[in-house]
C-alpha cells in the first residue's frame, strides 16, 4: 500500500485519522515486512497486535500466524478491520489500556504515539516472548538512554529493569499518512530477569517514579514532594544527588534503605500505638 493507495482507502472508508489520537497510518510495505522478520514469528504463535489502523501491519501478521489478536479503539476503523479480514484474526474493540489482553508470545505494534507510554507499562508487567514496536523516535531514545542523558527517564529505568531493550531502525515520517511531525523507530523488547534484585518492588518503583517526576529536585525533596518522608540521620544513599545521575543499580541501592527506614518506621510506629 503506497500513499495514494492509503488516501483512496481513507475516503472511502469515510476515514479521518485524528490527531489527538495518534492516528498516522504507515504506507510502506517493505517497513512491515521489515516488522515481521524482526519478530521472528512462527505458524502456531499468538500474537498481538494494539492500533491496527488501516491493517498493513495486521494483513502481513495473519499471513504468517494462525492465531491474531487486535485490539482498536477506533469504531470506523474497527469496523474497517473486521470487515477487512473477518476470521482471519480476533478483533477486540474497545480501549487497549482498560480491556484485558489474550494470553500472547509475541507483541507487534505500530503503537499510537498518543499512547505509548501506559502501553509499554502494561507490555512490561505481562508475560510474553518478544515485542517489536513502532513508536516516536524520541520515545525510543528514551526507552534506551543511559544515566545522566536528557532522555534517560522513569520509562528508562523501568524497561531495563525488566527487559533487554534496542532500536532496530529508524523510521522516517514520510513512510506515514498523514505525515507526522516527527520520524519513529522500531524497538526490540526483550523480557528477561531483572539485572539486579530490590527488596520491594512497589518501593523501588515509588522511588524512581518520585525521582524523575521532580528530576530538578534533590532525591530527598523529590522523595518528600511524594509523601515519602526520610527522618535526619537516616542511612540513605543520594539523597542529596538528583535522579538522573544515579544508574538502575544505584536506584535499587536507593529504594533498598528507603524500604529499610520505612519498615523501621512502621514498626515504631506500630510499637507506640498497640
Known amino acids: 500500500m503506497n500513499r495514494n493507495e492509503t488516501s483512496r482507502l481513507i475516503e472511502r472508508r469515510n476515514i479521518r485519522p485524528k490527531k489527538s489520537k495518534g492516528q498516522n497510518f504507515l504506507i510502506d510495505d517493505r517497513v512491515a515486512l521489515r516488522q515481521i522478520g524482526f519478530a521472528s514469528l512462527k505458524p502456531d504463535e499468538k500474537v498481538l497486535e494494539i492500533g491496527p489502523g488501516l491493517g498493513m501491519?495486521?494483513?502481513?501478521?495473519?499471513?504468517?500466524?494462525?492465531?491474531?489478536?487486535v485490539i482498536e479503539l477506533d469504531e470506523k476503523l474497527a469496523d474497517h478491520i473486521e470487515s477487512e479480514f473477518g476470521?482471519?484474526?480476533?478483533?477486540?474493540?474497545?480501549?487497549?489500556?482498560?480491556?484485558?489482553?489474550?494470553?500472547?508470545?509475541?507483541?507487534?505494534?505500530?503503537?499510537?504515539?498518543?499512547?505509548?507510554?501506559?502501553?509499554?507499562?502494561?507490555?512490561?508487567?505481562?508475560g510474553f516472548e518478544k515485542a517489536v514496536v513502532m513508536v516516536q523516535k524520541e520515545f525510543a531514545e528514551r526507552m534506551v538512554a543511559g544515566r545522566g542523558e536528557v532522555d534517560y527517564s522513569?520509562?528508562?529505568?523501568?524497561?531495563?529493569y525488566r527487559a533487554e531493550c534496542r532500536i532496530l531502525e529508524n523510521v522516517?515520517?514520510?513512510?506515514?499518512?498523514?505525515?507526522?511531525?516527527?520520524?519513529?523507530?522500531?524497538?526490540?523488547?526483550?523480557?528477561?530477569?531483572?539485572?539486579?534484585?530490590?527488596?520491594d518492588e512497589s518501593t523501588f518503583f515509588d522511588v524512581v517514579n518520585a525521582g524523575f517526576?521532580?528530576?530538578?529536585?534533590?532525591?530527598?525533596?523529590?522523595?518528600?514532594?511524594?509523601?515519602?518522608?526520610?527522618?535526619?540521620?537516616?542511612?540513605?544513599?543520594?539523597?542529596?544527588?538528583?535522579m538522573e545521575i544515579l544508574s538502575p543499580e544505584d536506584i535499587g541501592v536507593l529504594a533498598d534503605a528507603v524500604y529499610d527506614v520505612l519498615v523501621t518506621m512502621k514498626d515504631i510506629t506500630d510499637d507506640t500505638y498497640p
Open 87 to 126: 476470521d482471519r484474526i480476533k478483533l477486540i474493540r474497545g480501549d487497549a489500556l482498560d480491556v484485558q489482553w489474550p494470553e500472547f508470545g509475541k507483541f507487534v505494534s505500530n503503537l499510537p504515539y498518543s499512547i505509548s507510554t501506559p502501553v509499554i507499562f502494561k507490555l512490561l508487567a505481562h
Open 213 to 242: 517526576l521532580h528530576r530538578r529536585k534533590k532525591i530527598r525533596s523529590a522523595l518528600r514532594t511524594e509523601g515519602i518522608v526520610i527522618p535526619e540521620g537516616a542511612d540513605v544513599p543520594f539523597l542529596d544527588d538528583r
Open 57 to 69: 501491519l495486521t494483513e502481513k501478521l495473519a499471513d504468517v500466524c494462525g492465531d491474531v489478536t
Open 154 to 160: 522513569r520509562l528508562t529505568v523501568n524497561v531495563y
Open 172 to 199: 522516517p515520517a514520510s513512510r506515514f499518512k498523514p505525515r507526522p511531525k516527527v520520524d519513529s523507530a522500531i524497538v526490540e523488547i526483550v523480557p528477561r530477569p531483572a539485572p539486579f534484585t530490590v527488596k
